[in-house]
């Protein structure tokens, strides 16, 4: 149980275009998910949690703008990363949590996407 | 603050036991997480300690003080396929994680 998937896995675009990344919770409903972003090397740093029915939580330092969540159902959430410029290469990984399952703190983590932007 | 500090790397070698340890400063501390992460692979679940002790599951277990503010991952009967990289993960209030930068481990043959 707890499998959560997400597509695409890899994704290269130019300079200047959109990207969707799609997170979808499998076997269990999820009313939050949570978008990270991971250099690497380095931590996985949150980047925002995604509410079903409603407006997206940002971190700090975060462009809600630029990239753009929408949880639609309670099993999907999508993030936008608009107008992607080289910088935005990245590992991105959502995750969502089981409140049904034996552990609701517990966030179960889809495969990533990495991201190249030209 | 936020603060999480494991080491970066550590090497052991098959068959062995390996700790990993992590301290914590962190708001709102609500349970400690220990994932495991293969290269350009999403984390896998591992353990989740909220009360002090000691949690076994098999090869893995991990332990939390939270007086301290201390966890470790202790990997026993050390397989090749344990190399990666292991999350300590603190959770702040009722869903943020806090991540540390890792710890990769390489066992050796």
């Known amino acids: 149980g707890a499998v959560v998937s997400q597509h695409p896995s890899r994704v290269i675009c130019k300079s200047g275009t959109s990207v969707k990344i799609e997170c979808r919770s499998l076997?269990?409903?999820?009313?939050?998910m949570f978008w990270y972003r991971q250099f690497p090397k380095k931590s996985l740093m949150l980047m925002a949690t995604?509410?079903?029915?409603?407006?997206?939580?940002?971190e700090q330092g975060v462009e809600k703008d630029k990239f753009l969540i929408n949880h639609a159902s309670l099993t999907l959430s999508t993030l936008t990363v608009t107008s992607a410029h080289p910088e935005d290469s990245s590992f991105y990984i959502c995750s969502a949590r089981d409140l049904g399952g034996d552990s609701r703190e517990t966030q179960y983590f889809g495969p990533g996407t990495r991201l190249l932007v030209l | 603050g936020q603060n999480i500090d494991q080491p970066t790397e550590m090497t052991a070698t098959e068959g062995a036991i390996v700790q990993i340890n992590c301290t914590y400063q962190?708001?709102?501390?609500?349970?400690l997480f220990w994932y495991q992460q293969h290269a350009g692979e999403a984390p896998t679940f591992l353990s989740y300690?909220?009360?002090?002790g000691l949690e076994e599951k098999g090869r893995f277990s991990s332990f939390l003080s939270r007086s301290k503010g201390y966890s470790y991952l202790l990997l026993k009967e050390l397989q090749m396929k344990d190399s990666a990289s292991y999350l300590c993960?603190?959770?702040?209030?009722?869903?943020?994680?806090?991540f540390g930068t890792g710890t990769r481990l390489k066992v050796l043959a």
């Open positions: 076997d269990f409903q999820a009313t939050t």
């Open positions: 995604s509410n079903e029915g409603s407006k997206a939580t940002y």
């Open positions: 993960a603190a959770l702040s209030g009722t869903y943020k994680y806090i």
């Open positions: 962190t708001s709102g501390f609500n349970g």
């Open positions: 300690n909220v009360l002090d």
